[in-house]
């Protein structure tokens, strides 16, 4: 067994080897200080030193614009589905909601405990196959704001281009972010949970433009006020301290290789060849329709049950591991986020035509 195999996990997923063996050492000793990050207090020098380059590497390679604060914080995206409407609705305001899969879906059931929410667009009938174009929908007036999910992990979709909304729009981006330029300037808020494309479950990237910090009703408590966290960096409480410096290992790493533009040329090259791999003949079946497929989450289906299981088994004994498909569209999907290698789409799509041959 080589110590290290092709980890399709849908996350928390694979990161850069590099990163994982800079992080295992600072947990020991963090820059020959002899005390490890993680035994380190988070208002001492070395440790608001992250924080500062993590949040610095973040507005450089986003291009965060300085209307925006950028916070790091705990509880996952989870918490951002109730944060979001706690701090931006109440009594008799509104939101509008794309429906676009499991993730949406969550948050569309917090919303709803804060204020009235819209879904002028749902895929829920075709089992979510699809993100909307911009036809497909109009969002109402009076809206406090437009909220939709990036990419759809469980799914395998994902916006090609943003919804034209005029107001403000909130994006869940945990299974994208940084995966593809995105203009921050379109977005009133963007969160990411970072156990996908960014770093270790544990914490949760919230950018969020100054104007919309001000709006949180009086009886919201201190913890889950977006302002009280802004006006502290992110250190209101003892933030997630190594979940926080490993994603500042991963930024490191993703600007060396060249930036988001540079991933993003990537990650289209390996989703292109396993899509290719799909369409090649009728044995695999894409879940998602091709022009709302996603180049983070691949999903497709094998003729029966059966077939998809010993797919998924032969694959895991050959080391492409955690290939079985989330239980709500069964069959199977790869996950191949920004530190996904190509070798493993490599070695995946040729294990498919192999498995075809046996089983086709
Ligand atoms: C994984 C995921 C979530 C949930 O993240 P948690 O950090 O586990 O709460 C939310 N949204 C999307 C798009 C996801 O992929």
Not at 233 to 240: A, C, K, L, R, V
């Amino acid at each position: 067994m080589p110590d290290r195999i092709f980890n399709f996990s849908p996350g928390p997923a694979t990161l850069p080897r590099e990163v994982l063996a800079q992080a295992a050492k600072d947990i020991v000793n963090f820059k020959d200080r002899g005390i490890g990050l993680i035994e380190m207090s988070h208002r001492g020098k070395e440790f608001m030193a992250v924080m500062e380059e993590t949040e610095t590497l973040l507005r450089r390679l986003m291009a965060i614009p300085d209307n925006y604060k950028v916070l790091f914080l705990q509880g996952g995206a989870s918490t951002q589905f109730a944060m979001v409407p706690m701090n931006l609705l109440g009594p008799g305001k509104s939101a509008a909601y794309l429906n676009t899969g499991t993730w949406s879906k969550n948050a569309i059931k917090e919303a709803k405990l804060f204020g009235k929410i819209e879904v002028p667009f749902s895929s829920e009938t075709t089992n979510f196959n699809r993100v909307p174009t911009a036809g497909d929908y109009s969002v109402p007036a009076g809206m406090e704001y437009l909220y939709f999910v990036s990419n759809n992990t469980i799914f395998g979709t994902q916006f090609q281009t943003f919804p034209d909304y005029p107001g403000t729009m909130i994006c869940d981006m945990s299974s994208d972010i940084l995966s593809r330029p995105v203009d921050v300037g379109r977005f009133g808020l963007i969160f990411a949970g970072a156990q996908k494309n960014m770093g270790p479950a544990g914490v949760t990237v919230v950018i969020v433009r100054d104007d919309l910090l001000d709006r949180t009703p009086e009886q919201v408590p201190t913890m889950f006020r977006y302002k009280i966290h802004a006006d502290k960096g992110s250190m209101f409480n003892t933030p997630p301290c190594f979940a926080i410096h490993v994603v500042g290992l991963v930024l490191k790493w993703l600007d060396g290789i060249g930036g988001v533009p540079a991933i993003e040329k990537f990650n289209r090259d390996k989703a292109a060849l396993l899509y290719e791999a799909i369409d090649a003949g009728d044995f695999y079946r894409g879940h998602a329709e091709p022009a709302s497929r996603s180049l983070m989450n691949v999903t497709f289906n094998l003729p029966t049950p059966e077939l998809e299981a010993a797919f998924v088994k032969e694959a895991a004994a050959l080391g492409l591991d955690g290939l079985k498909g989330h239980r709500s569209v069964g069959g199977c999907r790869a996950s191949i986020y920004n530190a996904f290698p190509r070798e493993g789409v490599e070695k995946l799509v040729e294990f498919m035509r192999q498995f075809e041959k046996r089983n086709g």
